[in-house]
C-alpha cells in the first residue's frame, strides 16, 4: 500500500522517538494499549514521530500462528483501529498481505499510521533462515522499496535483516541484495531500521560496529529500533540507538528494559541512557529477563525449584528471586540416600539468604519402596545384580516427581537446573532433574555458572561459599563427584565451544587447541548421542551464538560421526540410553 506516501510536518526540525517496548505475542489488545500509551508519551515530549520494533503489533516471533488466517487477518484489523487512535505519526511493525500470489498469504511490513489511517507501507525484504529465524517458512519478500517522505526528511525504512547486508563491513553477504544501498540510491536520506534482534553474548558491541559502519559508508544517520523481553526461549535485549553520518551515537535507549528516548534529525542531538557493556552482567540481566518474561507471559506467578545445595541450583534460585521477587519462589530439598548433611546445610543456607519459602522432603523411603517393588522383576531377568545408573535414575525420578506435584498443588511453575555442558553430553535424567516448565541455564556453561555465582556474591554473600569451593555431585552413589564421568569443566566447556558453536571436527578441535583426540572424540559422541534428551528438555533461555533449541536442528536417529574414523556400526552400537553414557544427575 503506498497510495500516500507524504504526510507533512510544521517543524523544520524534526524530533524521533524510539519506543523501545515488550510486546506479548498474540495480545493485540495490550500491546496497541503499550504503543497508545508510549506514542502520547512521546509527543508530550516534543516528537513528530515515534518508531515502534519489528513485529511490534502481535508480538516476535508468531512462528506458526502466522499461518493462521484469522491471525492474519487480527493483525489488519488491530492495525487499522490502532491508525484511529494513535496521536503521534508512527512506524508500526505488523504482519501484512504479501504483495501477489506466490503460496506466502503473510508479509513481515512496518506501516506508518496517523491521523486515522495507514499512510505508507514497507515489506521486509531480507528474510533470514538460520539459527532461531525461519522466516522464508511465512513470509514473502519485499521485491522493491520505496522513499517515504516525512515533513522535510526523505527516510528509508528498512525491517531487521536488511540492514545485515553490508558488503563493506561483512566478507561474505548472506544475499544479493542490499536494501539499504537500494534505498540511498533512491533519495533516502535517514534509514530506519525496526527490529526484533535477540540477544546473545557479544552481540551488542557487533550490532552497534556494524550500524556505525553503514553508516559512516553511506553518510546517512540511521534510527535503530528494537525490540526488548523475553519471548520462549529468545531474549531481547533493546539498546535502541540513533547514529550519526560521521558515525557518532548520539542516542541510546536501556538494555533489557522499556524505554522511550528521542533523536533530534537536525541537530543530531539526542538523549544516551545506560547500556550493560560488561558481558557476564548481559547475561546475567538476559537470564533475569527471559525467566520474568516467560512465568509471567504463561500466565504464572510463582516458580519452584529443587535445590540440591549446589551451584547450578543456587544460581538459577538467585535468578528466579530477581525476576519475581523472594515471596513468589519455593525451594526444596529432596535428601536422599547419599545425599550429604554439606548439601542440606548449603540448601538451607541459600534459602534464608534469598529470604525465599523453603521445604525438605526426603526421598529415601520411596526410593527403597522402588526398589523394593521392582527387585524381583530386576532379579527374574538377570539375577540379583548390583545397583547402576538405574538405581541413580529412580532416585532423580522420585525427585522429579515430587517437585511436579508441589507444581500441580501450587499452580507454580517448576524450573529446572541443569547447565549447558550436562545438557550437551547427556548428564541429566529424562523426567527427572529434566522435568519442568522452564530451563534458566542451559545455555550457561558450567564454567559461567561458577562466574555467574561469583558475581551474585560479589554484594554479600547470596550463594554459601562451601557450594562455591567443593567439588560438583549428583550425589546418587556414595562419594559421587562429577569428575567420574566427565574431564575437568573448563576443558569439557573448550571442547563444547569448538564443537557446537565453532562447528570444528574432533580432529580439527585436537589439532588446533592441543587436546586429546580420543578426549574430543569422546565428548562429541556423548553430544551426538544425548539429543533424544535434548529434544525433550523443558524451553531454555538462549544467551550464546548456538543454544539447543529451536536455532539447532539435528536429527536423533542418525549415524553421522562428525570426523570419526570408526565405522558406522560401532558409531551406532547399543549402549545404556537411559543413562547417557555418563551417569544422570539429579538436581
Not at 561458577?450 to 547470596?462: F, P, Q
Not at 562429541?524 to 534428551?533: C, L, N, P, T
Not at 528438555?537 to 533449541?549: E, N
Given at each position: 500500500m503506498h497510495c500516500s506516501r507524504t504526510l507533512r510536518i510544521l517543524a523544520v526540525s524534526m524530533r524521533i522517538a524510539l519506543a523501545q517496548f515488550?510486546?506479548?505475542v498474540g495480545d493485540f489488545a495490550g500491546n496497541s494499549r503499550r504503543m497508545l500509551d508510549l506514542a502520547a508519551q512521546a509527543k508530550s515530549r516534543g516528537a513528530h514521530l515515534a518508531i515502534f520494533s519489528e513485529l511490534a503489533l502481535c508480538g516476535y516471533p508468531p512462528l506458526d500462528l502466522v499461518e493462521r488466517p484469522a491471525f492474519l487477518e487480527r493483525n489488519q484489523r488491530e492495525l487499522e483501529i490502532l491508525a484511529g487512535e494513535i496521536t503521534l505519526p508512527s512506524i508500526v511493525g505488523y504482519v501484512g498481505h504479501a504483495q501477489d500470489n506466490t503460496g506466502k498469504s503473510a508479509a513481515n511490513c512496518?506501516?506508518?499510521?496517523?491521523h486515522g489511517k495507514i499512510q505508507f507501507v514497507q515489506r521486509k525484504m531480507l528474510l533470514p533462515t538460520y539459527d532461531v529465524f525461519d522466516e522464508s517458512r511465512y513470509f514473502q519478500p519485499a521485491h522493491t522499496q520505496h522513499v517515504l517522505q516525512f515533513g522535510e526528511e526523505k527516510l528509508g525504512i528498512t525491517i531487521c535483516e536488511d540492514v545485515w547486508n553490508d558488503k563493506q563491513f561483512w566478507a561474505h553477504p548472506l544475499y544479493a541484495r542490499d536494501p539499504v544501498a537500494e534505498l540511498v540510491e533512491k533519495g533516502?536520506?535517514?534509514?530506519i531500521n525496526v527490529s526484533s534482534s535477540p540477544y546473545q553474548l557479544g552481540k551488542h558491541g557487533l550490532r552497534l560496529a556494524m550500524l556505525c559502519s553503514i553508516a559512516v559508508h553511506h553518510r546517512r544517520p540511521i534510527i535503530f529500533v528494537n525490540q526488548v523481553g523475553g519471548n520462549d526461549s529468545l531474549v531481547f535485549d533493546g539498546c535502541s540507538a540513533a547514529i550519526t553520518a560521521q558515525g557518532e551515537l548520539v542516542a541510546r535507549a536501556r538494555s533489557f528494559e522499556e524505554d522511550l528516548v528521542l533523536f533530534d534529525t537536525q541537530t543530531n542531538q539526542g538523549e544516551i541512557h545506560p547500556v550493560i557493556e560488561d558481558e557476564l552482567e548481559a547475561a546475567y540481566r538476559a537470564l533475569v529477563c527471559g525467566t520474568a518474561d516467560y512465568v509471567r507471559k504463561c500466565g504464572f506467578k510463582k516458580v519452584l525449584i529443587g535445590l540440591s545445595g549446589g551451584i547450578d541450583s543456587a544460581v538459577v534460585a538467585a535468578i528466579a528471586v530477581e525476576a519475581l521477587g523472594a515471596e513468589n519462589v519455593l525451594g526444596v530439598a529432596m535428601p536422599g540416600p547419599y545425599s550429604s548433611e554439606g548439601s542440606l546445610r548449603d540448601a538451607r543456607q541459600l534459602a534464608q539468604n534469598l529470604r525465599i519459602n523453603f521445604l525438605t522432603l526426603p526421598i529415601t523411603p520411596v526410593f527403597d519402596a522402588y526398589r523394593a517393588a521392582l527387585a524381583p522383576a530386576f532379579d527374574a531377568r538377570s539375577g540379583h545384580t548390583p545397583a547402576d545408573a538405574t538405581e541413580e535414575n529412580i532416585q532423580a525420578r522420585v525427585r522429579g516427581n515430587f517437585l511436579m506435584a508441589l507444581s500441580?498443588?501450587?499452580?507454580?511453575?517448576?524450573?529446572?537446573?541443569?547447565?549447558?555442558?550436562?545438557?550437551a553430553v547427556g548428564y541429566c535424567t529424562l523426567y527427572g532433574d529434566m522435568a519442568g516448565g522452564l530451563s534458566v541455564i542451559s545455555d550457561v556453561p558450567k564454567t559461567m555458572v561458577?562466574?555467574?555465582?561469583?558475581?551474585?556474591?560479589?554484594?554479600?554473600?547470596?550463594i554459601p561459599t562451601e557450594t562455591l569451593l567443593k567439588p560438583p555431585s549428583a550425589e546418587l552413589r556414595p562419594n559421587q563427584t562429577d569428575r567420574d564421568s566427565l574431564p575437568p569443566y573448563d576443558v569439557l566447556d573448550r571442547i563444547l565451544k569448538f564443537y557446537l558453536q565453532d562447528l570444528e571436527s574432533p580432529e580439527e578441535i585436537a589439532a588446533n587447541h592441543g587436546l586429546p583426540l580420543d578426549l574430543v572424540r569422546d565428548?562429541?559422541?556423548?553430544?551426538?548421542?544425548?539429543?533424544?534428551?535434548?529434544?525433550q528438555?523443558?524451553?531454555?533461555?538462549?544467551?550464546?551464538?548456538?543454544?539447543?533449541?529451536i536455532g539447532r536442528k539435528v536429527?536423533?536417529?542418525q549415524a553421522f560421526q562428525a570426523g570419526s574414523a570408526r565405522p558406522v556400526a560401532e558409531a551406532i552400537a547399543p549402549e545404556n540410553v537411559e543413562a547417557g553414557i555418563a551417569p544422570p544427575k539429579s538436581s
Open positions: 515488550n510486546p506479548t512496518a506501516a506508518l499510521i496517523g533516502a536520506n535517514i534509514i500441580n498443588k501450587f499452580g507454580a511453575l517448576l524450573v529446572t537446573t541443569g547447565n549447558k555442558s550436562e545438557l561458577y562466574e555467574l555465582a561469583k558475581m551474585i556474591n560479589a554484594g554479600r554473600e547470596v565428548i562429541a559422541r556423548r553430544v551426538d548421542r544425548s539429543e533424544y534428551k535434548r529434544q528438555a523443558a524451553v531454555g533461555l538462549k544467551i550464546t551464538s548456538k543454544a539447543f533449541g536429527p536423533i536417529a
